[in-house]
């Protein structure tokens, strides 16, 4: 039973690792592996193909489809607020580290081309619009497609939401799409597997080490950030005492999502620890559910480590404008991209877009490789997190002084 858990949590992920790890080999031993270029090509152009209309409905149903629009009230408001700040602390720590410690060594000049300077006013108008209906379906216009999709979304709502027959056409097709991504993500191995081959054949083993060394700096900073930043967390919200109240509790939710990578799956436990902690119900069924689409700390630091590494791949400087725009996009990517289906794979399209537009074929496969790698110590930030974040929400609803009240009760 235990195999069979293992394999059907970790079987994916194995997989993709041996493609990249087996194209890293193949690079590394034999120059001729450019000529394997064309199998992480097919790769990048089925996900390029799907991922536009995938945007544009999965959004747009999201937001048609919603039972109501009113505010779930101060609990909700709190909550939400809570998810933003921790994701902008987690986002802006992963810079600093990135910034004292370069993720990438080596020299990537021949895939950098021209990387164009960030324009504010252009910025500005591309992320909302476009100048025609049809550049809108472009995999390089997809924040507009966004605003776009939220747009209609509203419009669905305004109309009858999910009584509409739009709302459960959007649905129905949403699914459709969905099903169609996981037959593409059956050849991702090999796909990945003929882009690494490229890659290192082409860039020498450097690229292999600046992988490692991305990949350790994330695990070790993740641990360090659950060890450091959880108990302040717990003890702004919870008191004196809370962060070792919390620590007695974290433990089964951290374990959990590092072992499932799924923060939906550590809803029940998460549900457990928070009502042996003393939380108030209508605080945990609030924040823990919603914590499991919203709550991404670890996908914050993710998406900063994302563009770090790929700045650092093109030769553009991460400065403080390039930082302070991409910790926003990082946190709406983490965010509000999260709780939408296929929310992840969107954030990095996203991330490339803005920041890496002619680079897209390279910055946006080397993204969503990334992405699978760092996903258990991600999901148990993010997950994990969602119990502390309950204190700092318990603080705002029931009083400063409401674990306090709840050990005095018992």
Same mark, same amino acid.
Request: contains cysteine; hydrophobic residues 55%; proline residues 4%.
């Given at each position: ?5 293992? *394999? ?7 997989? +993709?690792?041996? !493609? ?6 193949? !690079? ?17 152009? *089925? +996900?390029?193909?799907?991922? $536009? ?12 489809? +919603? ?68 550049? %809108? ?7 507009? *497609?966004? $605003? ?42 090999? !796909?990945?597997?003929? /882009? ?18 991305? %990949? ?16 302040? @967390?717990?003890? /702004? ?20 999502? /590092?072992?499932?990578?799924?923060? $939906? ?30 709550? +991404? ?21 991460? !400065? ?43 910055? @946006? ?21 969602? @119990? ?7 603080? /705002? ?14």
């Amino acid at each position: 039973m235990q195999k069979t858990s293992f *394999l059907k949590n970790y079987g994916f992920l194995i997989m +993709m690792l041996l !493609g990249i790890v087996g194209g890293c080999l193949v !690079g590394a031993f034999w120059e001729g592996a450019t000529a394997l270029e064309p199998l992480g090509t097919l790769f990048v152009n *089925l +996900m390029f193909c799907v991922v $536009v209309p995938m945007v544009f409905f999965s959004i747009s149903s999201a937001i048609a489809n +919603m039972k109501s629009l009113k505010r779930a009230g101060k609990v909700m408001g709190v909550t939400i607020a809570t998810f933003l700040v921790t994701a902008a602390i987690a986002s802006v720590i992963m810079y600093i580290v990135a910034r004292l410690i370069p993720l990438t060594t080596g020299s990537y000049q021949q895939i950098a081309g021209e990387v164009k300077e960030i324009s504010v006013p252009d910025l500005i108008i591309n992320f909302f619009t476009k100048p025609d209906f049809t550049e %809108l379906f472009s995999r390089r216009a997809i924040l507009p *497609l966004i $605003v776009a999709a939220v747009l209609f979304g509203f419009g669905v709502q305004m109309a009858g939401g999910p009584e509409t027959k739009t709302a459960q056409l959007l649905a129905d097709i949403t699914n459709c799409i969905m099903k169609t991504v996981k037959i593409i993500t059956y050849y991702a191995p090999i !796909g990945f597997f003929g /882009f690494f081959a490229y890659l290192v054949a082409t860039f020498g083993p450097t690229l292999i080490g600046d992988y490692g060394r991305t %990949l350790i700096i994330y695990y070790v900073l993740c641990f360090v950030y659950m060890f450091v930043f959880f108990p302040i @967390y717990a003890r /702004f919200g919870g008191g004196k005492g809370a962060a070792k109240i919390m620590f007695k509790h974290l433990f089964a939710p951290a374990a959990v999502s /590092f072992g499932t990578c799924s923060s $939906v799956a550590t809803i029940p436990t998460n549900m457990e620890e928070a009502e042996k902690t003393g939380i108030s119900k209508d605080v945990s069924e609030i924040v823990l559910p919603l914590g499991a689409t919203m709550h +991404m700390d670890g996908s914050a630091m993710g998406a900063i480590l994302k563009v770090a590494f790929l700045f650092g791949m093109f030769g553009k400087n991460f !400065g403080t404008w390039e930082a302070i725009l991409a910790i926003i996009v990082a946190v709406f990517a983490s965010v509000a991209m999260s709780g939408i289906p296929g929310g992840g794979g969107t954030g990095d399209l996203v991330l490339c877009t803005v920041f890496f537009p002619d680079q897209l074929a390279i910055a @946006y496969p080397i993204s969503i490789a990334l992405a699978d790698l760092i996903d258990p110590p991600a999901t148990m930030l993010n997950a994990a997190g969602d @119990y502390v974040a309950s204190f700092i929400v318990s603080r /705002f609803v029931d009083g400063k002084d409401w674990l306090q009240k709840k050990i005095k009760a018992n």
